[in-house]
């Protein structure tokens, strides 16, 4: 039995694998106003479609649909199979609220109700 494809029978399934993987990924990446689908995600990086995606580096905001899920300080790693591989230098969840520079109670009141004068 033979395992040898032709050059393209395989471009053919590359295709296919990554626009299947391009159509189930919410996470986008996006750089000013652009906006590139994550193919896959992982620990250290991210992988991108390489025909679609430039040699990025620098600042880039990750979002899953709508909700912005981490600011990330990347670099270009590697080309392979048609994705374009990038790595974490940096990557920082953004907060729903501002950083509090002191501790809040357990028991602290959520809000202030003045009493009324009738």
């Known amino acids: 039995m033979s395992t040898f494809v032709p050059k393209e029978v395989q471009a053919g399934l590359d295709h296919a694998r990554l626009q299947a993987m391009k159509s189930e990924s919410r996470l986008r990446i996006f750089v000013g106003t652009d906006a590139y689908a994550v193919l896959s995600m992982w620990k250290t990086g991210f992988a991108l479609e390489a025909g679609s995606a430039p040699h990025l580096r620098g600042y880039v905001d990750l979002y899953d649909g709508a909700i912005h899920l981490f600011q990330c300080l990347i670099v270009a790693s590697e080309e392979e199979a048609g994705e374009m591989r990038y790595e974490f230098k940096r990557l920082t969840a953004v907060a729903n609220g501002a950083a509090l520079d002191?501790?809040?109670?357990?028991?602290?009141?959520?809000?202030l109700l003045e009493a009324s004068i009738d």
């Open 102 to 111: 002191f501790e809040r109670a357990v028991d602290a009141p959520v809000a």
